[in-house]
């Protein structure tokens, strides 16, 4: 199946579950408060109905709230002329990821807040994350022996500096407890976070919860940003805000081995940098519009896939092996651009584009060198739900000549390997529906269409449906 007949398949579905929900629901309510928060579409006309579980205060110095996030997906057997240790399993196969989040915010003084956020993240993915580039959930944990126990997820300073007194509204939510902020200012974070609550963010495609799901669309698949197995870092981001535009620049921890669990707090030899400019303006009339550029440098101890190649082909190891090619000071960096575009007031478009150097090992987040991501985004309002949204999107991943031999030849990397490798872009499809349903309780249905899973012509396709139950309190 061709993915424009994907598309078109999944635009028809859209087209007809939007009725649906519209009769399940007749009065539409206001905008989710974590959905405001991760986005910047919230009606302002909409009405007051609760959308969360528990009213939230705006004057408290105190702020606690929470998410938990149910997803359940499966897959249909699909054809494959082989697999590999790391393979996408071809048969039948379900998961069901739990993720629970608390939520606590305490403001000091005026413009210095503090924030610490528990954690549990349990369940698993189809085939225990293995095998896709675009992973499917991106709640799952990519080792699923960590299990369910609770864990320490963000903890941070906020400090904002002002440098203008004009003050402008803004919004307040778990990583923000200001309801009115310099127009110009420095933001300050230091602690433990993730640095994609703050870098490569985008209002139609970064939200697992109650967006799209799959790994390279809801980031910059290409943007191996630095964190832990479960997505988080120690380290520190300072912002530069004015009006419609801002600067971004993060300092973090990387991993002591790929895709790892401990931080190396030996900043000398293993760290990493973010940089990201912002733009928002009108680039269309009376139309609101977004731009981020993204670069990044990560210094560690990775390995060579040109290295691991030479080494094999010298008979000095009986596979490609990227772990014995590791060497401390290795650096691998790479371009990202982000946007999005209202073209109407309940639809528009967005995207991502991005590149890294694709020398060394994919460390940190997942097998990426080139990534091309476009997409629609449709507000309910259109169709008197104002808390419902639905999207459409197309990633496509690939790999650099390198990475793609070292597969081929057997090599395994900490989310792929097959133990051969006939090489092809891999293609994927997702759409998305999410309906409103009382108060905090949100539900969503999910489809996901992938070519070339883990870049192999020999596999595949393969389709993924999902259903996901959201809470916000």
């Excluded at 290409?222 to 197995?229: C, M, P, S, V």
Aim: hydrophobic share 40%; proline share 4%; with cysteine.
């Amino acid at each position: 199946m061709t993915n424009r007949v994907v598309i078109a398949s999944l635009l028809v579905l859209i087209l007809q579950v939007c009725p649906l929900a519209a009769r399940a629901q007749s009065a539409p309510p206001t905008q989710p408060a974590q959905l405001q928060s991760n986005t910047a579409d919230a009606d302002a006309d909409a009405d007051s109905t609760p959308v969360t579980l528990f009213p939230h205060s705006d004057s408290s110095r105190f702020w606690i709230s929470g998410q938990a996030n149910i997803i359940f997906q499966a897959h249909p057997s699909f054809p494959a002329a082989y697999s590999g240790p790391n393979s996408l399993r071809s048969q039948y196969e379900k998961a069901t990821s739990q993720v629970y989040t608390l939520f606590t915010g305490l403001r000091v003084w005026r413009y210095t807040e503090i924030f610490a956020d528990a954690e549990s993240a349990g369940g698993r993915g189809i085939s225990d994350a293995l095998g896709l580039a675009g992973f499917t959930n991106l709640d799952v944990v990519r080792n699923p022996a960590l299990g369910a126990t609770p864990y320490l997820a963000r903890l941070m300073v906020r400090q904002i500096i002002p440098l203008s007194s004009e003050t402008i509204s803004a919004e307040r939510g778990p990583f923000s407890l200001a309801t009115s902020l310099p127009a110009r200012r420095i933001e300050i974070r230091v602690g433990k976070f993730s640095l994609v609550d703050f870098l490569d963010a985008n209002s139609a495609g970064s939200d697992s919860h109650l967006q799209f799901m799959n790994w390279t669309v809801d980031n910059n698949g290409a943007y191996d940003y630095a964190a832990n197995t479960r997505g988080y870092t120690d380290g520190a981001i300072v912002e530069y805000d004015d009006h419609n535009w801002s600067l971004r620049f993060a300092e973090a921890m990387m991993s002591k081995v790929a895709n790892g669990i401990n931080l190396d707090a030996d900043l000398l030899r293993a760290h990493s940098e973010s940089y990201e400019a912002e733009w928002r303006r009108n680039f269309l009339p009376h139309r609101a519009g977004i731009v981020r550029v993204l670069g990044y440098m990560n210094h560690a101890n990775m390995g060579s896939y040109r290295q691991a190649i030479n080494n094999f082909l010298a008979g000095e190891t009986a596979r490609p092996d990227i772990i014995s090619t590791r060497r401390q000071g290795r650096v691998k960096y790479g371009f990202g651009l982000n946007f999005e575009q209202d073209l109407a007031e309940q639809f528009g478009i967005f995207g991502r584009l991005g590149w890294n150097d694709g020398r060394n090992e994919s460390f940190e987040y997942t097998e990426v060198d080139r990534t091309l991501e476009f997409g629609f985004y449709l507000k309910g309002k259109a169709w008197h739900r104002a808390n419902d949204r639905a999207g459409v999107v197309t990633a496509i991943n690939a790999l650099t000549n390198d990475h793609a031999r070292y597969l081929a030849l057997g090599g395994l990397g900490f989310l792929l390997g097959d133990g051969a490798l006939t090489y092809g872009p891999e293609e994927i499809v997702e759409a998305y529906y999410t309906v409103h349903l009382w108060r905090g309780f949100f539900a969503s249905v999910d489809l996901q269409h992938i070519n070339n899973p883990g870049y192999n012509q020999a596999r595949g396709p393969v389709i993924v449906p999902g259903v996901r139950l959201h809470v916000d309190f």
